[in-house]
């Protein structure tokens, strides 16, 4: 009998620039780019950025970092959301890697509320992958948006300890639509990363 | 078709923290995963079709004036769920070294040539079936600073969507019985003898194309169990 166990990961390693995120700068065209904004999309278009750092606050120059997210409305641009109404072009995918100095950046909309599996809304959020050079497995984590007022009853929120909730959501500059969220891959305020 | 995603089946990854891979030690989490209830959010995830892919992507030899050097190799297989169905458009990219084990990338700068013929990227999407192909060359052995005398076994970097965002993986495909085995840290980081084994691939004598190509088969498993399974299935 065939053993259909699943294909083990391994790290992306420290040279995927040139086929995953070239943007330019390598013979190759990019599949993706660190926007999720189309022609048509609705909402609020927000910049979110950071820096990614390992455990010794080493800035962590060769992530890679993906976004999931719905759209304004809460849906999510796949079939099988059965909810979700025909929605242009709007892909809720994006992927960036991190610079020289670990910053990286997403130009996308803030999404709408989703339902948990209960029906019940979460407050708004961004599932995020992180990859990296020493991460044999990519991790997974979210974006909340420091002033939802949502988050006090999201229920992903209430399962991770009061106080290490920060380290999930970005913060507003004042006046300017951009967040900031660094990631810790690691120490004493390390991002909280999910079991999934 | 529904899908669940059992988180046990991730015991087959390696776990964050595998001190013989350096790297690994200021980059592993050092508190436990929060495990946490799949929502929408974890249940759907990126639907990306041909148009993300163009004519000629899959095949690497091809992308500059003149043609590789090196040992010019088939890679294809299926891409399947945990019950061993075909995954279909699936958006399959890779990455890898050159025939002399030397990267494109600004960062490999160990003393082995470029060749101007090869980037050494490619892209393609799975077909109704799951099915994926690429034409390329058989990348080298490389040096690296993990310890002394450290050699990468031959790989193919893959990076794979599947049906969710949870089931995204990106790994490595080695080739058979490859000498480095033993000695390579991360090839060893996943600790099941039997899930090693599902990252190299097999000699495809039967595929292989007379005159001109090798052929390696390698099957790609991603998570995913259908919801409501038949009974006798």
């Known amino acids: 009998m065939q053993d259909y166990g699943i294909t083990p990961s391994q790290t992306v390693g420290p040279f995927f620039k040139y086929g995953l995120t070239p943007t330019g ?19 609020d278009r927000v910049r979110i950025e950071g820096r990614v750092f390992d455990g010794d ?21 796949d079939p099988q959301d059965k909810r979700a109404l025909p929605n242009a072009s709007f892909r809720g995918f994006a992927r960036c890697g991190t610079d020289k100095d670990g910053n990286y950046s997403f130009e996308t909309i803030k999404p709408g509320a989703v339902p948990d599996p209960d029906g019940k809304p979460q407050a708004p959020h961004i599932v995020l992958a992180v990859f990296a050079r020493g991460m044999l497995r990519h991790l997974y984590t ?13 229920p992903v929120l209430a399962v991770v300890p009061a106080d290490r909730r920060a380290t999930l959501t970005a913060e507003r500059e004042a006046g300017k639509p951009v967040y900031r969220l660094d990631l810790r891959l690691q120490g004493d305020n390390e991002t909280v990363f999910f079991d999934v | 078709m529904t899908f669940i995603y059992p ?70 297989g299926h891409v399947r769920d945990e019950d061993g169905r075909g995954v279909p458009n699936s958006l399959v990219e890779i990455w890898q070294a050159n025939s002399c084990g030397r990267y494109v990338h600004v960062r490999d700068q160990h003393p082995a040539p470029l060749d101007p013929n090869f980037t050494g990227a490619g892209r393609t999407v799975s077909d109704a079936s799951g099915y994926y192909r690429f034409v390329t060359i058989k990348p080298g052995a490389y040096p690296w600073g993990n310890h ?46 039997k899930a090693r084994a599902r990252m190299v691939s097999s000699f495809d004598l039967e595929n292989t194309q007379p005159e001109w190509a090798l052929c390696y088969r390698f099957d790609i498993v991603l998570r995913g169990k259908n919801a409501t399974p038949m009974e006798n299935h």
């Open chain 2, 148 to 193: 002394h005398n450290a050699w990468r076994p031959a790989h193919i970097h893959l990076s794979v969507f599947g049906h969710s965002f949870v089931t995204r993986l990106v790994t490595q495909m080695y080739f058979p019985a490859d000498p480095l085995f033993p000695f390579d840290p991360i090839f060893n980081s996943v600790p099941d003898e």
């Open chain 1, 142 to 154: 979210r974006i909340y948006f420091g002033d939802e007022a949502g988050n006090a009853t999201d």
């Open chain 1, 25 to 43: 700068e390598y013979a190759w065209n990019d599949a993706f780019t660190n926007s999720t904004l189309t022609p048509d999309v609705t909402g």
């Open chain 2, 7 to 76: 988180v046990d089946s991730n015991t087959a990854h390696p776990l964050p923290l595998s001190p013989e891979y350096k790297s690994s030690i200021k980059r592993a989490p050092n508190k436990p995963l929060i495990p946490m209830r799949h929502t929408l959010s974890e249940l759907t995830g990126p639907v990306y079709g041909h148009e993300t892919v163009r004519e000629g992507d899959n095949d690497l030899t091809t992308q500059h004036t003149g043609e590789p050097l090196g040992e010019r190799i088939i890679v294809h």
């Open chain 1, 57 to 77: 606050g080493v800035a962590v120059p060769d992530a890679m970092l993906e976004i999931w997210q719905a759209d304004a409305q809460g849906r999510f641009a």
